[in-house]
């Protein structure tokens, strides 16, 4: 056994160029593995304001970095054990047989499992308090400075990993069982065919991609955007190594084909080079542009709802407390449940308040076409459980206020027949001239408002909502109530109060929160005939510990999640570079010998490898400019509207990417042109 572990032992020394990264990557992804599984349990996390919340985004993170984990290290064992074909092949002519192989290779998996583990488990204990200060502090949370080690985060550690690197050692004694020898020692001196370009399956990769980035640029609404994204994501996907593999060969074909290009000393090897090296690599370099994609698209869009959310938190609580009382029925919207409520409120605020407002609405929602709100099989239609596009962009949300809480609410005077109402909609300008809800009488548009009455909180506009002035609001509240039990349980009777604060801190805004709500249930226990079912108060301070909790935890896990795709993209670069350096070595020196110049060869290789090289940066990019309006969307329903943030945060994005990416190709080319020029000094 000693002397098969000296071989395995020898085997990673000698492979060391190839073995450093995949060992650093390991250790890597165990201590993120770690540091997530640990703040996912910490009581530092769970003792934040929505500790429970945020706990379950990082036991998500943490299921993705496992997942993630498996899939890259399959890939980059591949390499190494397809890198290392001779030297098992030599092994085997020299007179081992296929089990001696196998303890081989068995020693060198235990020995890189229990190493990388081990360090990972080791830097994640480390760091994690690092990560935990840094999510606490993002989050607005208190910090303490204690030290903690959770034994079930190493536990888990070690049986992922564990069972990651069992996998793939039965993979890689299942390639060894399978192999032969000679097979194994010519693996590299075998001939290539030449690159067949299949232009169907190209021209299938341009389609596809043309409709991902279609759906993303026409759809509308938040829900849409919603419900196509992962279809859409897919789409992007298949695609982009549709484009890579198929694609890029049939491109360097369309060139050979043409003679006036092709046949020029500048253009022929670097052509025909590139022909052969997409077919290869093509599948390395989308992996790549999708690693990329994912690391824009990540950070861009986390950190728009990070640096955003304090604009997107005031769109959600436009005024700084608001009470609400749900009512059994319309006509319990009287003027002395109104007072009571304002006296509930004023009671309690002693003169702090400012900006009241104070009305009665009933809110509905149905499926819109040609201006009738059909709310029959609306419950089926819901927002929350449709995936259709087509339904999701006609559903609307319908808040119906009486002229006369208008008239107090905007100072202003409106002269409507019994039958005519003022519509204001919080997406495109209501193009209908009525709007009847089916089964109930029809009204006409007299006018449209460019500007709400009341504030609208975001959380009420995901959907295009409408505020409708009506001015006999009771009689129409009735027709409403009137329908059959499945539509009437779709429409809710309330009525609300809501100010801004002077002079409140959070100890007050809490206490003030309390008071309202006790008082509001106390008046329904004297008097449970006056209509009042429950209060729900809700603030903008209450509301901001849990919004920058949920977004800093999002912008947290993105950028611990980016780290980890780039890792595995400069991995699969640095692989890519040594590889093609393996492959090219002879070529050039035999195109040296046939009368190519140094400075030709030169000029050959810096023109392919910048040009395969740079090509899944390039795409990453143009996937990113079309993600945008889809982006822009989604985040819409995390409250962020800025897209002033968004384009800051995904131009800044994609410029840090692109430093990294080019400081990546320095030193990954270095070693390429390394290998090339001692084939042509030989």
Not at 76 to 103: A, D, P, Q, V
Request: charged content about 20%; proline content about 2%; overall charge neutral.
């Amino acid at each position: 056994m000693r002397f098969y572990l000296r071989l395995a032992l020898d085997g990673m020394k000698k492979n060391r160029q190839l073995y450093r990264p995949y060992l650093l990557t390991c250790i890597g992804m165990v201590m993120m593995f770690y540091i997530l599984a640990s703040l996912s349990f910490s009581p530092a996390i769970l003792g934040m304001r929505s500790g429970d919340t945020v706990s379950i985004i990082l036991v998500l993170g943490t299921i993705v970095i496992g997942i993630f984990s498996l899939l890259f290290l399959a890939y980059t064992n591949s390499f190494l054990i397809r890198r290392r074909n001779r030297e098992f092949g030599l092994y085997n002519i020299l007179g081992m047989n296929k089990g001696n192989i196998s303890i081989i290779i068995l020693l060198e998996t235990l020995i890189t499992a229990l190493f990388t583990i081990t360090a990972g488990v080791l830097l994640g204990i480390l760091f994690s308090k690092l990560a935990e200060l840094f999510l606490l502090r993002m989050s607005g949370a208190d910090v303490d400075f204690l030290i903690r080690i959770s034994p079930v985060s190493i536990l888990a550690s070690f049986i992922v990993f564990g069972a990651i690197f069992f996998l793939l050692l039965i993979v890689s004694l299942a390639r060894v069982r399978l192999s032969n020898p000679l097979s194994l020692l010519k693996s590299e001196a075998a001939g290539e065919k030449p690159p067949k370009a299949n232009l169907l399956l190209a021209l299938a990769g341009v389609v596809i991609l043309g409709l991902a980035y279609y759906f993303a640029v026409s759809i509308e609404t938040p829900l849409s955007a919603l419900a196509l994204f992962f279809a859409a994501v897919i789409m992007v996907i298949v695609a982009t190594y549709l484009l890579f593999i198929a694609g890029s060969v049939a491109l360097c074909r369309i060139l050979q084909k043409n003679k006036n290009y092709y046949y020029k000393a500048s253009h022929f090897v670097s052509v025909s080079s590139m022909a052969f090296r997409m077919k290869r690599n093509g599948a390395g370099l989308a992996s790549i542009c999708i690693l990329a994609t994912m690391v824009l698209v990540m950070i861009s869009s986390t950190g728009c709802l990070y640096f955003g959310s304090e604009d997107a938190l005031r769109g959600m609580q436009p005024y700084d407390m608001t009470a609400t009382v749900f009512m059994d029925s319309a006509a319990s919207c009287t003027s002395e449940n109104a007072e009571a409520l304002r006296s509930i409120v004023l009671n309690e605020t002693k003169g702090k308040e400012k900006n009241v407002a104070a009305y009665s609405f009933v809110e509905t929602y149905g499926l819109l076409e040609n201006g009738e709100l059909d709310l029959d099989g609306a419950k089926e239609a819901s927002y929350l459980t449709n995936s259709d596009p087509n339904i999701l962009g006609k559903i609307r949300t319908v808040i119906l206020i009486s002229l006369a809480d208008y008239e107090q609410l905007t100072g202003k005077r409106a002269d409507l027949a019994d039958d005519e109402i003022l519509v204001w909609s919080s997406g495109k300008p209501y193009p209908f001239d009525k709007l009847t809800v089916k089964g109930c009488r029809e009204l006409e548009v007299k006018d449209t408002l460019a500007d709400p009455p009341v504030r609208v909180s975001t959380e009420d506009t995901i959907v295009t909502a409408l505020i409708v002035v009506i001015p006999n609001w009771y009689d129409y509240a009735a027709e409403l109530s009137g329908l059959d039990d499945e539509r009437r349980d779709l429409s809710f009777v309330r009525q609300r109060i809501a100010f801004d604060l002077s002079d409140v801190d959070a100890a007050e805004d809490e206490r003030l929160l309390d008071a309202i709500s006790d008082a509001g249930d106390e008046r329904i226990g004297a008097d449970p005939d006056c209509g009042w079912l429950y209060v729900r108060t809700e603030s903008y301070l209450s509301y901001k510990g849990f919004y920058y909790d949920l977004n800093g935890s999002f912008f947290f896990l993105g950028i611990v999640l980016s780290i980890i795709f780039i890792a595995a993209a400069a991995l699969i670069i640095y692989y890519k570079q040594l590889s093609e350096g393996y492959e090219d070595h002879s070529r050039f020196a035999i195109m040296q010998k046939v009368g190519m110049t140094h400075a030709e060869i030169k000029s050959t290789i810096n023109t392919q490898v910048l040009t395969v090289f740079f090509a899944p940066l390039l795409l990453a990019g143009l996937h990113l400019c079309f993600a945008f309006p889809f982006v822009e969307k989604l985040i819409r329903l995390f409250g962020v509207s800025n897209r002033a943030v968004l384009i800051l945060s995904s131009v800044a994005c994609f410029l840090t990417f692109a430093l990294l990416y080019i400081l990546f190709y320095r030193g990954t080319a270095r070693t390429y042109f390394n290998i090339v020029s001692a084939s042509e000094n030989a």
